[in-house]
């Protein structure tokens, strides 16, 4: 956020940012330009400067300093902040970028604020107790309210790599034990036969573009994102299959381009084992078959213009309205799928590779037990 409305913010690098609007004499374009300083006054300073038509050579980047090591392993000067700076900064070259982000996002807003200026070696197992727990009991940004177990556990994931990173820059002896975090996995629902008959039934009398994107998350298992990055050209029906190699999301923009400050990216699936080879029952390869279109375009849209997540859940909810099914999330369309190949026996192994999970006990703490029980039910009803 801009400090005092001057559009000039702290980075999760310990960076000031100023932006100022440029409008190319040339064309009337306009972008932003972001200028850097190692504090509010001069990274306010160097944009004046840059305004009056001065020269403002870029900083370096990353703004922190280089962690202590050797003879200074004992640094009782060391920040919180610092040490987050420099484990971002050797993270972003290794991850995705919306891994990066999403890293940034949970160190500027969970992080930083209560521990930023903590000196790294202070930070002791008492203390991170104390932060899980005020996390976990009012942690929600927004309205300082309860956040999800489920949350705390990945705020306390990133703390807990960034304090061995710490570690093995000699900045800190040993890491702290981080306490230890009940989590209790949400039960998984699924459409009833009832509800599922009905939205297919609803889907073919009402069928357009998106519709296709119901029908291949519920009979191949696919993710949101995923469905909305779908093209024509990822289907083989020769084979009766369909490859899922990319996936669409909105992630927060780092560089400030867009006024929107978040963009539309398309990128590979969330886990290298998400990249996968769903196989098609022939109903379902024949229906597609029919209906496909140019291999460049999205099956959600009919069209080279993709549909983000937000749209594509916007829509669904809708159609489930209209088809007066309750409101269900979008993702208990692949939690069906899985439910309904365990019941007719097919393979936990083969399960798995067609959900993209990275290991088969995923796949059986997820879905194996509870289709068992329910098959339990339906035999003794």
Known sequence: ??????????????????????ISPESGAKHYKCIYGRSYREAKQRREAFLR??????QATPGQRQLPTGENRENHDVLF????????????????????????NQVEKHLLPTLGTVPVCEIDSAMLETFLTDKR????????????ANSVADIKVILTQILKYARSHG?????????????????????????????????????????????IALYAGLRIGEVCALQWGDFHFTSGTVTVNKTVMRIYDMNGESAARTKILIDKPKTLSSLRTVPLVDDLADYFSARSGKDNAFIVTGTEKLME???????YKRLLRRAGLPDYNFHILRHTFATRCIEKGVDVKSLSEMMGHANVSVTMQRYVHPSMALKKTRSTS
Not at 81 to 104: C, F, G, M, N, R
Request: glycine fraction near 6%; charged fraction near 20%.
């Open 137 to 148: 009991q009012s942690g929600r940004l927004a309205a300082s309210a309860p956040l999800s």
């Open 53 to 58: 038509g001065q020269t403002v050579p870029d």
């Open 309 to 315: 997540p937000r749209v594509c859940l916007d829509k």
């Open 1 to 22: 956020m801009g400090r005092h409305g001057e559009n000039i913010r702290q980075r999760t690098d310990g960076r000031w940012e100023a932006r100022t609007l440029v």
């Open 81 to 104: 902040s610092e040490v987050a700076a420099s484990w971002l900064a050797a993270k972003q070259p290794l991850v995705k970028e919306s891994t990066y982000i999403h890293y940034a």
């Open 171 to 215: 900045v800190i002896p040993a890491v702290p034990q981080c306490p230890a975090m009940s989590y209790i996995r949400p039960r998984i629902h699924v459409l009833s036969r009832e509800e599922q008959e009905a939205l297919v039934n609803y889907v073919l009398e009402h069928e357009a573009p998106f519709t296709l994107g119901i029908l």
